[in-house]
């Protein structure tokens, strides 16, 4: 019995290293293409207001993509964290001072989740007549960010990943795998 279990979760654990393994190499495999819009989804606020390094990180790689041409657009999407500060102002205030017209940054203060961001540029996308999305964020988070678009009808097109890495990483992936999963498993009902 006890050698059934410790099997079993031998098992689980060799599964769920594969997963993250795979957001991994999923995440960090850029897939360069035009698009009508760069999705940035938000993430924390420093007590200044201003990105922190991750979403600035974010934000720089889209700003890259933008400033090769692959996207007229870019469209950040956040909520007000426990932090105080509106994550889609504070984004666009940044890329508003890197030299990004105002003209070409979308807001939507309503993202409070990957999924609400992914609805939010869903309908925005919709109204303005943009078929295509480019996605920026963090390696670990492109998959699910991907999937969370598409699944709200949204031809992805392109994958970017912010180069940044850190210590929190050691909690995001695992998180984040358990995350795609759930997702995937939503998505796969509502189909």
């Known amino acids: 019995m006890l050698k059934n279990l410790l099997y079993l979760l031998a098992a ?17 495999h850029d897939q360069l293409a035009p698009a009508d819009v760069i999705v940035v989804p938000g993430n924390t606020i420093a007590p200044d207001g201003t990105p922190s390094p991750r979403l600035q990180a974010r934000l720089d790689a889209a700003l890259a993509a933008y400033r090769e041409r692959l996207a007229p657009r870019i469209l950040v999407s956040g909520a007000t964290g426990k932090e105080g500060f509106d994550e889609a102002v504070s984004m666009a205030a940044y890329l ?3 030299g990004v017209p105002a003209s070409a940054i979308v807001e939507d203060s309503q993202g409070w989740t ?10 925005i996308m919709a109204s303005h007549g943009w ?7 963090q390696y670990f988070h492109v998959p699910r960010m991907r999937l969370a678009l598409q699944r709200a009808g949204v031809h992805v097109s392109a994958q970017i ?4 890495v850190e210590w929190r990483d050691l909690y995001s992936l695992p998180r984040e795998a358990a995350g795609f999963a759930l997702y995937y498993l ?6």
């Open 12 to 28: 689980l654990l060799a599964a769920w290293t594969l997963a993250c393994a795979a957001l991994v190499l999923d995440g960090v």
């Open 96 to 98: 508003r001072r890197q």
């Open 114 to 123: 990957t999924g609400a961001t992914a609805h939010n540029a869903a309908a």
């Open 131 to 137: 078929r295509s999305a480019m996605v920026a964020t």
């Open 161 to 164: 990943h912010a180069p940044y």
């Open 186 to 191: 939503r998505s796969m009902q509502l189909t």
